[in-house]
C-alpha cells in the first residue's frame, strides 16, 4: 500500500482538505507558524462560488486563522484573487467554543 506524504518539507506545509454539504472536495495547502497562526492557500479551483467569471486559471483564496491565547475563540480571514498577484477581502469569520 502507498503512503500518502500529508506533509511536504519543501514548503513546510500540509495538505488541508475540506468537504462540502455537495460532496465537493476542496484541497489546500496549511502551514502554522510560531505563534501558532495558520495559513491555508488554494488554487483557482477553491471557492469557486467566489470567484467572478472574470477570474482566470492563476486565481487563489488563503486565509490567516488565527487562535486566541485562551484557545475560546480564533478568527479567520480570507482573502482572493482573480488573477494570482491582487488580493481583495472575501469574509472574515469569527469562532467561539461552546462550553
Known sequence: MAVRREYDETTDSFTARSYD?????????????DRGVWTFTGGADVARAA?????????????????????DTMTAKW??????????????????RMA
Do not use: K
Open 79 to 96: 482573502e482572493r484573487s482573480d488573477d494570482g498577484s491582487s488580493w481583495q477581502p472575501w469574509m472574515d469569520m469569527t469562532f467561539t
Open 21 to 33: 454539504s455537495d460532496g465537493s472536495v476542496t484541497i489546500m495547502r496549511a502551514r502554522v507558524d
Open 51 to 71: 470567484q467572478p467569471d472574470s477570474a482566470d486559471e492563476r486565481g487563489a483564496v488563503r486565509s490567516t486563522l488565527t487562535v486566541s491565547p485562551d484557545a
